[in-house]
């Protein structure tokens, strides 16, 4: 543990002035920001499983932003490990089998994001019959930019924090642009710790990812930002590494969220990324430590990505685990694998509690942003009747994008929608410090999302 | 109340809710046991921290300086904040029936209105006077503007400037020590000189010393008179993160600098100290001031609005009709927080300051 350190780096580039008072005074830190018990010591310690074959998959056409893939297979179809099952043009990710079968059905299904998408429902074989295109590279070193990025294309990686930002894109578009590549380790959402088993037990494979991404941009530098309360993660990450990696571990005070990108980007460079701006705009390129596990995976052992690192926790679960799990498993085989509830689910969240999303059911499947399935039980539920604001400021003090929730809540009921926009609703990153903070227990991230709504609705009726 | 919830929740997020409606899709070879699950839009996590429990912690700071305004003035203090903080209540309640709106009196802060109100007033006030008062708080200055955190005044300092239409009995000061009477009038009151009347005149009070109105054994209203006391309980709000000490510490030392810089009497460190212990000034800056619905909810605000009360109650100490500044100056300055927000509005992320006000 001799070698983690707190992590201090001087502002560098054209940027170093951007950050005045606050972010100055505090160095490497963000502003704001919340500290919820973290609740990560319920599965922590649970070592990384392999998921008990489930017996169906079910996986959704779209797991990215952009356009949802067109599925290559009918029913009826045989389908192998890693086969490319949908893909489409445009900025789109395929997605491939996850376990080998026949194709049960192709149909719109429920999942994760709350509406119904085409889905292709696999059943398995058991027979976990590889793919014949999938091999292992022996080198990379002959490989350019161009096609280490259409590998990670053409493995259907998407950003696996939650985002699922296309991971070719965020590259291709930011070559040239990017001077600092960040790992983001922060894993700040209470309860999760798919990152934290996955770096601590597969350090290497994302030294080695890291190592091929910053190959594609053309740096000899890379950053892993990091929370202080995963001491272990960052000591195997600082044993995996040699000198030669250039990559600096960047242990950060806890709290959340650092783990949002422009947070992380702020307490790891000092920079501010510009409102609506991308954080290519300042020289930062931000990938999910578990995106740079798959792009490893991707690259040297030729898998696409069809499994990933679930945590299984809640105060209804009987008990805990990180689960490898294949992308398209539903969270009731899960739930069911984990030792099934303790007590009846009041909540099931995709995500923690945080950020994540409520589900109203557990046919849902696994996608590749899915890092914990969090089911609640009764005792977590925090309903207030009838809020009233009491202008505490607690929430503006807890902002870390610096903006003003009590105004923004007052004029979503006023249907105000100028004022939304003079109080930059729209920089809002629905972090949820403000609701967590406030005493009054108001719905604040729930009036911006309708305020959002309406501010866009608004604006695109201007443009008409 | 469920079903309340998952409805809102699915107005609120577009994409995110749907009815939990069973879908004839459901896999026929895993049965899906069916959940009851609730709906709602993140976070789904809470601090531990409400309304109630700040109104709480807000009166647990001030039951020190009610104990010593037992100590300094008898049982009468004790009777006389009860009655205030039970008509409070009462009014509150009352008002919320009779408009047929949900009962708001559980989250306490009727309670520390009532507090308030009566530490502001003199210890022989009648119960008839103060009650008056609670209703005025409680009616016209809170409810009338649509409840907690509406109002733009403080409601016990509002009240307080309306009870002055009697002004005797809201300028009647006991000698510290005399037990008044639980139940009769305050006919047998000693009248004694405050601090701030010997001051008003340019003077250094004459036979009262500075250990004794840091103590809280002087002349005074209920519950102001205790600088000690008050500041413990200060010190327990900043403690528990109920306020910030940005308001109280910005207000005390724009005064303790202004009666510093220009003194009456020859030793300014004395004059300075009798500006700060000898009125209201502690329970103003640390209770009344920090009031959240009627202070500033930004940083910078906070400081300009702290900075005004203290320059305004020096005024009005020096040079207005009356020996006390504190309750109208934060009157005043209640009625510009709109303004101190405007002005004080965080820094936009990302945004240099130059550029912003380029951009304005
Ligand atoms: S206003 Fe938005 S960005 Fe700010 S704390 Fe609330 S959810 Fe987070
Ligand atoms: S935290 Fe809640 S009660 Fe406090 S000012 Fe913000 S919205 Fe109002």
Not at chain 1, 15 to 34: C, D, I, P, W, Y
Not at chain 1, 95 to 105: E, F, I, N, Y
Not at chain 2, 144 to 170: D, E, H, K, T
Request: net charge neutral; glycine share 8%; charged share 15%.
């Amino acid at each position: 543990m001799g070698v983690v350190r707190p992590f201090r780096l001087r502002p560098v580039g054209p940027h170093s002035r951007q950050s005045e008072t606050e972010v100055n005074l505090m160095a490497h830190a963000f502003f704001g920001g919340v500290h919820p018990k973290d609740m990560k010591a319920m599965s922590c310690d649970k070592a990384i499983e392999v998921f008990p074959a489930p017996k169906q998959v079910v996986i959704p056409m779209s797991q990215h932003i952009g356009a949802p893939c067109k599925p290559l297979v009918k029913k009826g179809d045989t389908v192998t490990v890693g086969q490319k099952i949908g893909d489409n043009a445009g900025m789109c990710v395929p997605v491939h089998a996850s376990v080998s079968g026949t194709v049960l059905a192709v149909e719109p299904r429920p999942y994760t994001g709350g509406t119904d998408v085409m889905s292709v429902v696999i059943e398995n074989d058991f027979q976990d019959t590889l793919c014949p295109e999938i091999a292992p590279r022996q080198s990379i070193e002959s490989l350019s930019s161009d096609e280490l990025t259409g590998i990670i294309h053409e493995a259907g990686i998407a950003g696996m924090g939650g985002a699922q930002f296309p991971t070719h894109v965020k590259i291709s578009s930011g070559i040239g642009k990017v001077d600092t590549i960040i790992v983001n380790s922060a894993e700040c959402e209470p309860y999760i710790t798919a990152d934290d088993r996955l770096m601590r037990e597969m350090p290497e494979k994302v030294i080695a990812g890291l190592n091929v991404i910053k190959k594609i941009f053309g740096l000899d530098k890379a950053y892993i930002g990091i929370e202080d309360n995963k001491p272990q993660a960052a000591a195997a990450l600082n044993a995996a590494k040699s000198d030669a990696d250039g990559i600096e571990v960047c242990v950060l005070h806890t709290r959340y969220p650092q783990g949002a990108e422009k947070q992380l980007i702020q307490a790891v460079t000092d920079r501010q990324v510009p409102p609506g701006g991308l954080p290519a705009s300042v020289g930062c390129a931000v990938f999910n430590v578990a995106t740079v596990k798959a792009v490893y995976d991707a690259v040297y052992l030729g898998m696409p990505l069809v499994k990933r690192v679930v945590t299984v926790t809640g105060s209804a679960m009987k008990d805990t685990r990180n689960y490898m799990t294949p992308i398209g498993t539903p969270f009731q085989a899960l739930v069911d694998a984990a030792g099934g509830f303790a007590t009846d689910p009041y909540k099931v969240l995709t995500g923690g509690p945080m950020m994540g999303i409520a589900q109203h059911t557990l046919t849902v499947p696994v996608i590749k942003g899915t890092n914990a399935v969090t089911c609640f039980s009764q005792q977590d539920n925090i309903e207030v009747a009838n809020p009233h604001c009491i202008r505490c400021g607690k929430c503006v003090g807890v902002c870390p994008m610096h903006l003003m929730p009590l105004m923004m809540f007052r004029s979503e009921r006023k249907g105000d929608v100028e004022n939304l926009d003079a109080l930059h609703i729209l920089d809002c990153i629905e972090c949820g410090s403000c609701a967590y903070t406030c005493p009054a227990g108001i719905h604040l991230v729930q009036s911006f999302k309708i305020a959002k709504q309406k501010l866009k609705d608004a604006q695109a009726a201007a443009k008409a | 109340m469920d079903t309340n919830i998952e409805k809102k929740a699915d107005q609120a997020t577009p994409a995110a809710a749907q009815p939990a409606a069973p879908k004839p899709a459901a896999p026929k070879s895993a049965p899906a046991p069916s959940y009851n699950l609730t709906v709602s839009v993140s976070p789904h996590v809470h601090s531990a921290e409400s309304t109630r429990s700040i109104m709480l912690d807000v009166l647990i700071a001030l039951m020190p300086a009610l104990i010593g305004a037992c100590f300094f003035f008898g049982m009468r203090a004790l009777t006389l904040t009860a009655v205030s903080a039970a008509g409070c209540v009462f009014f509150e309640w009352v008002y919320r029936k009779a408009m047929k709106l949900d009962c708001t009196v559980g989250d306490c802060s009727a309670i520390v209105t009532g507090v308030l109100l009566a530490f502001v007033c003199p210890v022989t006030t009648p119960y008839w006077t103060i009650l008056i008062g609670d209703a005025f708080a409680i009616l016209l200055v809170k409810q009338l503007f649509g409840g907690i955190g509406q109002n733009f005044m403080n409601p016990a300092l509002a009240a307080r400037a309306f009870m002055f239409s009697w002004a005797v009995i809201m300028t009647t000061w006991v000698v510290p020590g005399t037990a008044v009477s639980v139940f009769g009038a305050n006919a047998d009151a000693t009248t004694a000189a405050t601090a701030l009347s010997y001051m008003h005149t340019g003077a250094l009070p004459d036979g009262i010393s500075l250990s004794s109105l840091f103590t809280g054994f002087a002349g005074g209203c209920l519950g102001e008179t205790s600088a000690m006391l008050l500041l413990i309980g200060g010190v327990y709000l900043v403690l528990r993160k109920v306020i910030s000490p940005r308001i109280p510490l910005v207000y005390i030392a724009t005064v303790a600098v202004l009666t510093f810089l220009f003194p009456q009497g020859n030793d300014r460190l004395v004059w300075m100290g009798y500006q700060l212990f000898g009125g209201g000034l502690m329970l103003g800056a640390i209770f009344m001031a920090t009031d959240y619905v009627t202070s500033p909810v930004t940083k910078n605000g906070q400081l300009i609005y702290a900075i005004g009360c203290g320059l305004i109650t020096v005024f009005i100490r020096y040079f207005g009709s009356y020996a006390e500044g504190v309750s109208y100056s934060i009157l005043l300055m209640n009625a510009c927080v709109f303004l101190f927000d405007k002005l004080g509005r965080p820094q936009r992320f990302g945004v240099l300051k130059t550029k912003k006000e380029g951009e304005r």
